[in-house]
């Protein structure tokens, strides 16, 4: 028995087929979970990581990729992401007005200047998600204590701050970390989709095999069910 | 959080009465009972001793936070000579029964010393399958096991890492890691420690611990709150992370040389900014 979310995966990809080994083919090819990760950046690999064991537990298949997937997907998750090219965005674009949830870990941190703002840019065109660059002194100087992102949503939980802090405005959308008073994580509807957005990264802490960081992993794929 | 001392650092000379009197005008909820240390807890006790010991806490208005020995360095359950493991078994599970008649649910346990004579592997072995007969006991008992992280002097069970391993190999619920934050000198970081064993702690010690000095003579490492070498913002943090609510517990090894009741009144304040972060 096909369930409705089935239906529309393989009407999306162009035809409706009757329940036949070709369609049953077909679905498996589709997966409806992807990790998009460039693999010629090491701290994207060491998030995608983490991410895959995030989704490795909740048992459901997905697939590892170098591109936005052009199969109507559920999830998608860019792991410390950098500037993407414009097709890729068009394509996150087209994703999320079709209903998938996305994760955008941002890749700005240990960016060189320009770099950092190529990629804000990038979010305020893609997203329209406006982020102020990180303040001139570094958010943990060396001999510091340990400081953490405090989510509240979907866990309440805090995860060790990884790189450089990104401001993040929250108009338009709903904070789900802040980080030092300020704002680093939201969730945005986006057509029929929504954009978790996290300007400090959280892949490296699920490869870390830090507990919180699985749980509040675990709810962000389970919202992502609901959408 | 709730704050607890030792009641082996109760001065010489002092009764357990007058010790019980001044932790409590000192600012502590509760009494870590340590058995094998003073003259009134011992494995001779009797259990109308030991609850007699229980209702003068109790009248002092004290609880007891958990329940420890001294015995382990001597009769370890990671021992090669069945007679002297029998003998920590024996400890334990005396721990584990008047951990109950002094309605608290953790005990401290050093599992496992390592030496030239007892290598490392056979009593990485030992202990496992040790604590995975006494996981039973305690379980049976509801009291749960804290095996101490005693990193230097124990020579086992060196990173956080390795021994979130050894708990998961001994796989009982019952038994967790009895954290001291002292303990871990220049092999690491106390607030590490929090992060990756934060579910599994069942009761924290409190010491400062100053690095790069070794054991000299009879020098300690280990100093009072705020002399030593922790990070106690990170380790406050760290223990905002993991959510611990549960028993502080003052572990002072240097003692003071004068004016031995000020010492549990300091400790008391230091670790109110401890609990409260202002640090």
């Known amino acids: ?7 529309l995966l393989i009407a999306a990809s162009g035809a409706l087929l009757p329940y036949t080994g070709l369609a049953a083919r077909e679905k498996r090819r589709q997966a409806a979970r992807w990790i998009v990760v460039d693999r010629r950046n090491s701290l994207a690999c060491e998030s995608a990581r983490g991410f895959q064991a995030a989704l490795r537990r909740t048992g459901e298949r997905f697939e590892v990729s170098d591109a936005v997937p052009l199969c109507r997907a559920e999830l998608i998750v860019l792991p410390f992401a950098g500037t993407l090219p414009q ?11 079709s209903g998938c949830s996305v994760i955008f870990e941002s890749g700005a941190s240990f960016a060189s200047h320009d770099e950092k703002l190529r990629q804000r840019m990038m979010w305020r065109q893609a997203f329209g998600i406006h982020a102020d660059l990180p303040p001139s002194a570094p958010a943990c100087p060396v001999g510091d204590p340990p400081d953490y992102v ?5 866990a309440d939980v805090q995860i060790r701050h990884f790189g450089e802090f990104f401001p993040v405005d929250i108009s338009g959308a709903e904070e789900i970390a802040i980080y030092r008073e300020g704002t680093v994580a939201i969730r945005k509807r986006i057509g029929g989709g929504e954009l978790l957005f996290l300007s400090s990264p959280l892949g490296p802490m699920l490869a870390a095999e830090d507990h919180q960081a699985a749980e509040l992993t675990a709810g962000m794929i389970q919202h992502s069910m609901s959408i | 959080m709730k704050k607890s001392i030792g009641d082996n650092i109760i001065p010489k000379g002092m009764s357990f009465e007058q010790g019980l009197h001044l932790v409590k005008r000192a600012g502590y ?9 003073q003259p009134w807890f011992q494995m001779k006790t009797s259990d109308a001793e030991a609850r ?10 004290l609880l007891v936070s958990n329940v420890s020995n001294s015995l382990d360095w001597d009769e370890n359950i ?15 599970e005396r721990q584990l029964e008047t951990a109950r008649m002094f309605e608290t649910d953790a005990i401290l346990v050093v599992a496992g010393v390592v030496t030239e004579e007892n290598p490392y592997n056979e ?17 049976s008992a509801k009291v749960k096991i804290g095996i101490e992280n005693c990193n230097s002097e124990q020579r086992f069970l060196l990173s956080p890492r390795e021994f979130s391993k050894f708990l998961d190999e001994v796989n009982s619920q019952w038994v967790g890691i009895h954290l001291d934050v002292g303990n871990i000198h220049d092999d690491g970081f106390a607030e590490q420690w929090i992060e990756i064993t934060g579910p599994r702690i069942t009761r924290i010690h409190l010491k400062d611990v100053l690095k790069h000095r070794g054991r000299c003579g009879n020098q300690s490492v280990y100093t009072n709150l705020f002399l030593g070498d922790n990070n106690w913002v990170a380790i406050h943090n760290a223990l905002q992370k993991v959510k611990y609510d549960g028993w502080l517990i003052a572990e002072m090894e240097s003692r003071y040389h004068y004016a031995a009741d000020q010492q549990f009144f300091d400790t008391a304040v230091a670790m109110d900014r401890v609990i409260s972060g202002r640090l």
């Not at chain 1, 394509?91 to 999320?96: A, G």
């Not at chain 2, 007699?52 to 208005?61: E, H, M, P, S, V």
Request: aromatic share 8%.
């Open chain 2, 52 to 61: 007699d010991l229980y209702r003068k806490i109790r009248d002092a208005g």
């Open chain 2, 123 to 139: 009593v990485y072995g030992r202990c496992r399958d040790a604590l995975q007969m006494l996981g039973g006991k305690a379980a």
């Open chain 1, 1 to 7: 028995m096909l369930t409705r979310r089935q239906i």
């Open chain 2, 78 to 92: 990671c021992a090669r000579d069945p007679r002297v493991q029998q003998a920590a078994f024996r400890h334990i």
């Open chain 1, 87 to 97: 097709r890729q965005v068009s394509q996150l674009r087209s994703q999320l007005a």
């Open chain 2, 29 to 37: 909820d509760g009494i870590e009972m340590w058995l094998g240390a």
């Open chain 1, 150 to 154: 405090r989510y509240h949503w979907p």
